[in-house]
């Protein structure tokens, strides 16, 4: 598996790529839909585009981050290592993001949106800021 190890490492960083992508294009795909009337046109086509981003795109992204940062993990030296760990905990906040986005797809879909522009806007952040975080744990390895 050693021989594998950077092409599983790219195709890591080709998924991470394409996941936080996604988490950061559909919170603004809410910030827009929040300005349309239910059951217009244009409100039907967001609901199209946000199903669409989350089920053919961010989902799938996701779950081949985990499979072949997992897979990583298990083939490689950092193991045990405290910045991994924390880097982890980063990862299972993006992932509890993604959870997030996924039920406001759902509340959009069946014209239940609850929340406002400005709160969409604020959440757009959180995904950039904990990835901030992954790569500063990934590339610098502080501990």
């Keep these: 598996m050693a021989e594998y190890y950077l092409w599983i490492k790219a195709f890591h960083i080709m998924?991470?790529?394409a996941w936080m992508a996604a988490l950061l294009y559909l919170p603004?795909?809410?910030?827009?839909?929040?300005?349309?009337?239910p059951g217009s046109?244009?409100?039907e086509r967001f609901k199209i585009m946000e199903r669409r981003l989350l089920?053919?795109?961010?989902?799938?992204?996701?779950?081949?981050?985990w499979i072949l940062g997992l897979t990583l993990i298990f083939t490689?030296?950092?193991?045990t290592a405290g910045w991994l760990h924390a880097k982890l905990a980063f990862v299972l906040g993006?992932?509890?993001m993604h959870g997030i986005f996924a039920k406001f797809t759902k509340d959009f879909a069946s014209d239940a949106n609850k929340h406002s522009q400005r709160f969409?806007?604020?959440?757009?952040?959180?995904?950039?800021?904990?990835?901030?975080?992954?790569?500063i744990l990934a590339v610098v390895k502080p501990f």
């Design 120 to 135: 969409y806007r604020l959440l757009n952040e959180v995904p950039a800021l904990l990835m901030v975080a992954i790569v």
């Design 28 to 37: 603004r795909l809410f910030v827009y839909h929040t300005e349309t009337i």
């Design 76 to 79: 490689g030296p950092y193991g």
């Design 55 to 65: 089920r053919g795109i961010m989902t799938p992204a996701m779950l081949a981050a």
């Design 41 to 43: 046109a244009e409100s």
């Design 94 to 96: 993006l992932s509890g």
């Design 15 to 17: 998924a991470v790529i």
